[in-house]
């Protein structure tokens, strides 16, 4: 179909054509929706509470700990169990989790919102999703052909990146009209919202290997031919996968390097734009949200590229990220920042859909959900270096701390794209 009626078919044919994948997309926005609105409020909150760099970075790193304890556990358990229940489990805790701060937020249980209450709210749902996330994403290879994969992972990453557009914003919004609790609130909705979705998806694989007959004969061989391999051997397994696997070690590396550098600032924008920009909630929201404007721009280009080039891809929005978060850092005037942040959201939308798009294609079947835990460290792995950076925001101030590791970046992306020939072959 030619014109622009065969680019919508082509960059949204999973969406329109497949209805199990379509159930999947809505429920990750709703998820992604709310997890958006969550960094402002409790960014901000805990900002509101404590005055300092060094508290969000406190508050990263309890969210951090278990999803690097509990990522690996979570990648065996989309390899083993049904990705559908692990899923709804972990929604169904995020509905509580949030309902329960929104309780709190408006002193329905007889306490004041405290750090502490954020603090163990962070630390638990670190756990619970680090368990959950590899499912989620591997299943996407569950519903849909291998030649439809990129598209799929361009447009779930479009869908997530509008909820970046929307969410912020929202989020920012409801703190300046409202109250904190009514953002808990609609976040508990968006959840449950989230569950319905989940709901209508098949129970087992329709293009999966783990769960097939073939992918049970080869867990039997590897595991000596006992049905169930022990969770430890599991775990030894999918890491020397990891470690050996085409296409992995030549990309997972420099894709943690551009996660830990240049992503720290997401975390502490709430801090950048009270104490560098002298502004508030709503700003923050509004900073976030169009960040998202330039999330879906490079989202939907992911989705409707060609499959070739995809390590030199990676490469590029690696470097655009640092530059643009090097400008970011610079700048004190927040209109100067508004169109900054269009280009971190491009590159950053790039990085992970073209990241994604390489770790399925070249992971087996039967190990995609321990490599799915290992890549989603990467969200584990900002906040550790969060909290490195926020310990250099008080004492060397924000825009030092962040944009000198920004640029960084661009230097290492310079280099990678010299030295590391295997970077630039991957496909």
Do not use: C
């Not at 690996?72 to 169904?92: C, E, H, N, S």
């Not at 750090?115 to 962070?122: G, K, P, Q, R, V």
């Not at 230097?411 to 970077?423: E, G, H, R, T």
């Amino acid at each position: 179909m030619p014109g622009p009626a065969g680019w919508v078919r082509r960059t949204f044919g999973a969406v329109l054509d497949d209805r199990h994948f379509r159930n999947l997309f809505f429920g990750n926005m709703l998820q992604f929706g709310s997890m958006q609105m969550q960094l402002v409020v409790r960014s901000w909150l805990v900002f509101h509470i404590t005055g300092s760099f060094a508290a969000l970075g406190t508050m990263a790193l309890a969210n951090a700990v278990p999803g690097i304890i509990f990522s690996p556990i979570g990648g065996l358990i989309a390899d083993r169990a049904p990705k559908k229940t692990v899923i709804q489990a972990a929604q169904f805790y995020n509905v509580l989790n949030a309902a329960v701060l929104a309780m709190l937020a408006v002193g329905w249980l007889g306490f004041e919102l405290e750090f502490w209450h954020l603090f163990l709210s962070s630390f638990l749902q670190g756990g619970v999703n680090s368990i959950m996330m590899p499912s989620r994403q591997s299943m996407i290879s569950d519903l849909v052909p291998r030649d439809r994969l990129m598209n799929s992972i361009g447009i779930n990453s479009s869908g997530q990146t509008f909820m970046q557009l929307v969410g912020p914003g929202i989020a920012g919004f409801l703190i300046a009209a409202l109250s904190p609790g009514a953002v808990f609130a609609l976040m508990a909705a968006m959840y449950f919202f989230a569950m319905t979705f989940t709901m209508r998806l098949p129970k087992k694989p329709l293009y999966g290997f783990a769960q097939s007959e073939a992918g049970q004969a080869a867990a039997r061989a590897r595991s000596g031919g006992r049905r169930g391999a022990s969770g430890f051997k599991g775990l030894k397994d999918g890491r020397g996968y990891v470690a050996t696997g085409p296409g992995i070690p030549e990309g997972g590396p420099w894709n943690f390097l551009i996660v830990v550098v240049a992503m720290p600032y997401t975390m502490l924008l709430a801090g950048f734009v009270k104490d560098v920009l002298d502004k508030g909630a709503f700003e923050q929201g509004m900073l976030q949200s169009i960040q998202g404007v330039g999330a879906v721009g490079g989202s939907i280009f992911i989705a409707s590229s060609a499959s070739r080039g995809r390590g030199k891809m990676m490469i590029f929005w690696g470097a655009l990220l640092g530059v643009s978060i090097t400008a970011f850092a610079i700048s004190t005037n927040y209109w100067i920042t508004l169109p900054i942040m269009i280009l971190i959201g491009a590159a950053q939308a790039g990085r992970m859909a073209i990241g994604q798009v390489l770790v399925q294609s070249y992971s087996a079947e039967e190990y995609r959900g321990r490599v799915q835990s290992v890549w989603f460290m990467q969200f584990s792995l900002v906040q550790v270096g969060t909290f490195f950076v926020s310990l250099l925001a008080e004492v060397l101030g924000p825009q030092l701390a962040i944009g000198g590791l920004a640029a960084l970046l661009v230097v290492a992306m310079a280099l990678i794209a010299i030295f590391v020939p295997s970077m630039r072959r991957l496909e």
